[in-house]
């Protein structure tokens, strides 16, 4: 099994940044792509970001220009960095990986638990 530790969310004001976390741990053979996704109170999850293991990038385009998803491949670790927050982006914030866990085995899905990103003055 694959565990998903989040870490970085909370409470900033309007134009403010926050750096959300996700390290990747366990049973771990290798991880294809990486990426955050949020979801907003009476709205669907919604993918914000996301990475493969060569470093190719895809946004959403409300956040293109204001976040910049990057990743360690020694520390299986995903970043998000948001800057010029707005109140729209308030959500749980949700951190995706695709990962096997051995060789015989084909790539699955794996969630991390949430954090909160709350943007208000």
């Known amino acids: 099994q694959v565990q998903l530790v989040e870490s970085g969310g909370g409470l900033v004001q309007p134009g403010g940044s926050l750096r959300l976390s996700c390290a990747a741990s366990?049973?771990?053979?290798?991880?294809?792509?990486m990426g955050w996704y949020r979801q907003a109170p009476g709205k669907q999850r919604e993918l914000v970001a996301t990475?493969?293991?060569?470093?190719?990038?895809n946004y959403a385009d409300s956040v293109k220009g204001r976040f910049t998803i990057s990743r360690d491949n020694v520390k299986n670790t995903v970043y998000l960095q948001m800057n010029s927050l707005k109140p729209e982006d308030t959500a749980v914030f949700y951190c995706?990986?695709?990962?096997?866990?051995?060789?015989?085995?084909?790539?699955?899905?794996?969630w991390g638990q949430g954090t909160q990103v709350t943007v208000s003055s």
């Open positions: 366990g049973s771990i053979f290798s991880i294809n792509a």
């Open positions: 990475i493969t293991s060569g470093g190719h990038t």
């Open positions: 995706w990986v695709v990962a096997r866990t051995s060789i015989r085995v084909s790539p699955s899905n794996y």
